[in-house]
């Protein structure tokens, strides 16, 4: 009976044979009426993805408290004109578009997941060439089963998870799926034991790509019972959290709608106590409530976002999410890739040893600038660098270097030739006619091979005929009899030379071996004979440097409070070695690798994930674990990743970071944010950036809500009031359209500038905020409650002292102009507070006497808008029959600003004496 093919069956560990028989299949393939009886059973090779529709997607924006508020709103306004007369439509409508604003930019990021998802589908091959009835045939790849031959070569797409059963000088690029960066050598022989992905050198998996050779393979896996169906499965599975800011803004929406509620029913409840008209009493009330609605804050808060956003974008940092802006600025923990992150991705040669003489190679990278310690050359130094450079098939490319076509090893290789200065080298790169090599003429070459472990070159140069080699140095040392020593052949000292070699691997040096053997003139080819019996010249030892801004970064990151852990595919030994270079991890003895994590369950991975921050021969899986046993500490995870396979981990995390150039579709889909230069210090960067970002939405928050604090306290007050003093029986102080003209206009005009405020130089020296952090903390509402009162007594006493006289006025028309000229006067005095109190909450702490009035043009030009606007109002006809307001004495002024002024200094005197209370509680 045939078994069924399943993600757990390792396919690696057996042999062709045992395949074919599990699968009841052979190298003849299927028959075409088979292949149709296994479609039928295990369904087409694709990926499927349930969508809701774009009409439920769009109904779904609705459902956020923050929208309730906008439609309260809406709806309050529209009343208001049908009912009173009110010329409010302009109002409905702005905010009715607000509403729409905030919906479609919900609707388009509603579809990241979805798009993460589908964009695996780009990586399904569309047709594969299949043996089927004994014959070749191109097929659809939609069409392959298990149990089917393909035949791949180099430049094929794998269209299915395969099982190879031969090869001929394969190998594969599976970054996508593994994230190595260098293509794998194939091979049909089964693997004992168990094997991470990266390691199963007899398989083949979909979406990868065949680099060079030929092979055949046998589908064990089709759609979602492959490698990228488990991940696309994963991912759908996977639910995006939501940011710390988001969740604070919908408990702090909620906080307003309950208050708002409660306040208005109150009012209303009062008034009817009092005995006014229900008219009069609903209208009171509804004025309270539009009063008491920020509907100016979502516009604010999304323009401080997409600020911030904009900002980083200027810094290599392409955020997908608004809200993932701030995010970065309450994370605790990065976990972040090695490779072109925290290291350039570009081999460099550090070490060489040649001689009996240990030489340092400075410089970092591709570019063929460095020097040598000691800067003295023996001949068999000079040699070991003419076999790296000519034994090699890489090229520098660029006016002065910088990239590299070819193996990033050859590379390291070819620059650290040229950093020497040799001048058959030099006159080989000043040579712009010439190949590679130049008059040293390449005859033949043996190619590296994994079994073999070493490259061999036959050039010809004036006449003689020289073999390079180089390769892992146990296999090139054993290939040695003698080895030049001061310019001198002399027997060779193979221990002593490996144990000099495994000094320089334990400094996570990749190390190559250089010898060379001169061979008879008429040599033409390489013969098998001709490798033995070589003079050895030197080790070279290579790394990938970390970056200097990635050392920084890390230190910077350490006196902001985060801690940096490092997730890599590499050996445990090359990770540690360049986590020691990047400090990371510096005070902690261990270490984990893929294997550690695979035996751990996930609450043992709990129990230890605190105090490791280096994990070694990781797959993307155990990166997905790590995310979410920090994130059940209470950590906000910031994760980077670049392959097909990060894309969980990405989505799991608080903020994903793909990378812009390594990365793939999937993963930019299912990131937040990406890096557009792979560099960890733009993270850095960005998480200053959200920081600040925080901070101007903070005093967003904090400047505008005293302005429905304060006007919400002008509606009650007048209601209590009216039994006492007539002028309150049939006018409030501030009229609806003027209230909302103040929560829409000038909590806008004068919120904004504040988001323009210049950074603070020390938020990387201080700890990341607790993501649990309300918004509405005590100081917040001792600052809300003193500027609320500020603004409402300035109002009331404005009103009352022009509004009076009006009270034994018996005409009707000049007691009507008198009250509406009063009226002008409060909402002119309300606008002034809000120009005082603008001038205090640049800083949430500091004292506004600290900064520079210069320093933010934009606070500059805000407040000078709202003047001439609020002059306009006042004195232009347009404005009198838009806000029913009348023209102002010039006198007055002197009053209203005097009453202004508290709005200044009132929230000053506040800072000092809490930090005085701090200081002395040794805060």
Known sequence: MRSEPSNETAWYRLTA?????????????????????????????????????????????????????????????????????????????????????????GYIQEGKAEASAEALLKMMT????????????????????????????????????????????????????????????????????????????CMVFSGTFVTKGVGQGVVVGTGERTEIGRIAKLIKETEKITTPLTRKMEEFTRFLIIAILAITIFNFALAVWFEYGIVYAFLASVSLAVAAIPEGLPAVVTMALAIGVTAMARKDSIVKRLPAAETLGCTTVICSDKTGTLTKNQMTVSRIYSGGTDYVVSGVGYNPEGEFTPSRMSEEMIGTLKVGYFCNNAKVVGEDGHAVIGDPTEGALLVSAMKAGIEEIKEIEEDAGSTQGGSMQRLDEVPFDSEQQYMAT????????????????????????????????????????????????????????????????????????DLTDLTFLGIEGMIDPPRDEAIDGVRMCKSAGIRVAMVTGDHVTTAKAIA???????????????????????????????????????????????????????EVVAVTGDGVNDAPALKAADIGIAMGVTGTEVSKEASDMILADDNFATIVSAVEEGRYVYNNIKKVILYTLPTNGGQALLVIGAILLAPFLALFHDKLPLEPVQILWINLFD??????????????????????????????????????????????????????????????????????????????????????????????????????????????????????????????????PVGNAILGTLPLPFDWWGLMILFALPGFFVIEIEKWVTKRFRRRRGD
């Open 17 to 105: 044979e045992q395949v074919f028989e599990t699968l009841e299949s052979g190298e003849s393939g299927l028959t075409s009426e088979e292949s149709k009886a296994r479609l039928e059973r295990y369904g087409y090779n694709e990926l499927t993805f349930k969508k809701r529709s774009a009409f439920v997607r769009f109904l779904m924006q609705f459902k956020s408290p923050l929208i309730y508020i906008l439609l309260a709103s809406a709806a309050i306004t529209s009343t208001l004109s049908l009912w009173a007369g009110a010329e409010m439509w302009m109002d409905t409508t702005v905010i009715v578009a607000v509403v729409i604003a905030n919906t479609i930019i």
């Open 126 to 201: 569309p047709t594969a060439t299949v043996v089927r009835d004994g014959g070749e045939a191109v097929i659809q790849a939609s069409e392959l089963v298990p149990g089917d031959v393909v035949i791949l070569e180099g430049g094929d797409k794998v269209p299915a998870d395969l099982r190879l059963f031969h090869t001929k000088n394969m190998s594969a690029d599976e970054a996508a799926i593994t994230g190595e960066s260098m293509p794998v050598t194939k091979h049909p022989d089964p693997i004992a034991g168990k094997a991470t992905i990266a390691d199963q050198r």
């Open 458 to 529: 036959l050039h010809e140069r004036n006449g003689e005929r020289i073999i390079y080699v180089k390769g892992s140095p146990e296999r090139v040392i054993g290939m040695c009899g003698t080895r030049m020593m001061d310019g001198s052949i002399e027997p060779i000292d193979r221990g002593a030379i490996l144990e000099k070699a495994e000094e320089m691997a334990e400094e996570a040096l990749r190390l190559l071996a250089m010898a060379y053997k001169v061979v008879p003139p008429d040599r033409m080819s390489i013969d098998r004979s």
């Open 580 to 634: 020691g270079k990047l400090g990371i991890g510096t005070d902690e003895k261990r270490a984990l690798t893929g294997d550690d994590l695979s035996q751990m369950s996930d609450d043992e991975l709990y129990d230890v994930v605190e105090g490791v921050s280096v994990y070694a021969r990781a797959l993307p899986k155990h990166k997905f674990r790590i995310v979410k046993a920090l994130q059940k500490h209470g």
């Open 747 to 876: 909590a806008v005009a004068l919120a904004l500038p504040l988001i323009m405020e210049p950074m603070e130089k020390d938020l990387l020296k201080k700890p990341p905020r607790n993501q649990d952090e309300r918004i509405t903390d005590p100081p917040f509402f001792r600052k809300v409650g003193l500027i609320s009162i500020v603004m409402a007594v300035a109002g009331f006493a404005i009103y009352y002292h022009y509004g009076i006289p009006a009270i034994d006025v018996v005409d009707s028309d000049l007691h009507n102009s008198m009250i509406a000229r009063a009226q002008t006067a409060a909402f002119t005095t309300v606008v002034l507070v809000h120009l005082c109190y603008l001038m205090t909450a640049r800083s949430i702490t500091d004292s506004a006497f600290t900064r520079s009035p210069f320093s933010n043009r934009w606070l500059l030009l805000g407040i000078a808008i709202t003047i001439v606007v609020q002059l306009a109002i006042v004195y232009h």
